[in-house]
């Protein structure tokens, strides 16, 4: 009797010790993540997904270093539709609506990000998630309801990077240049050059937090450079990576060298 429950205990201490060995693993993963040690991250990831390939943080950092954006997104999906609990269970569904949106499928942009509105609507990304709306809405041809969201969205947020964003948008002459056929055709030399198209990785009051991300950037070998925007009196400075030809080659650039910072971008015309 005593042999069976001394081998019980060894039993249960052997596996008590697996599930710990486990979790302590998915906990280094998780604090990786936090810490912005990407390359210690995908380092792990390898081994703990040996043991534990169907846990919901594995799939979703999997599909974080996934480089072929279709398969990336099956693996949100399993992590949205099969770990809903999970903590990466909103950033899952926001992945989703960013991958949707940057192939123009604004449909579908918008199903997630109206799924993201209701189910995860205390998520810290949801200042993100309105913001993106938006600017779906405004990409779907929808200028006036779009005008009316980002209005909402700036009156209704405060302390949001996003909300700058959103202020730079409304004011923009760029963006309502359909509905402003009166105002007189832009002549910036940039805009004839062969480089039409930026990617905008932040916008900031205070010129110092935008030098601060313009040189980490410029770290990884990026062409970066802040434009200066004066909206009603107030100065933003705006942090665009790169100069491309066409859209696509933005998008293309942003899915390789951006998604894997988890900012938020959108592709502007210089």
């Keep these: 009797m005593r042999i069976i429950s001394l081998v019980f205990i060894t039993g249960y201490l052997f596996v008590a010790t697996s599930i710990h060995s486990e979790q302590s693993d998915i906990d280094k993963l998780e604090n990786f993540y936090l810490k912005d040690r990407l390359d210690e991250l995908e380092a792990l990831l390898l081994d703990v997904e040996k043991i534990n390939p169907d846990h919901p943080t594995v799939l979703y950092f999997k599909g974080l270093f996934e480089k072929d954006a279709s398969k990336a997104i099956e693996y949100y999906k399993n992590v949205y539709n099969h770990h809903k609990n999970s903590v990466f269970a909103d950033e899952a569904i926001f992945r989703i609506a960013q991958y949707y949106y940057s192939i123009s499928d604004y ?62 948008d409304l004011e923009s002459p760029a963006m309502w240049s359909q509905s402003n056929p009166s105002r007189e055709k832009m002549t910036d030399p940039v805009s004839r050059s062969k480089y039409r198209y930026s990617i905008q990785i932040g916008a900031f009051t205070v010129e110092k937090n935008a030098k601060s991300v313009k040189e980490k950037f410029e770290k990884d070998s990026h062409y970066v450079e802040i434009k200066e925007k004066n909206i009603n009196n107030r100065i933003f400075y705006a942090v665009w990576i790169g100069r491309f030809e066409n859209r696509e080659g933005a998008i293309n650039y942003a899915k390789t060298y951006i998604d894997k910072y988890n900012i938020d971008y959108k592709i502007v015309k210089m």
């Design 107 to 168: 449909v579908n942009a918008r199903k997630f990000l109206s799924i993201f509105l209701k189910e995860f609507n205390n998520s810290t990304l949801k200042d993100r998630i309105q913001y993106l709306f938006c600017q779906t809405v405004y990409a779907q041809g929808k200028e006036d309801s779009a005008r009316i969201f980002l209005q909402a969205f700036i009156k209704n947020v405060r302390n949001s990077p996003f909300v700058n964003l959103a202020v730079i």
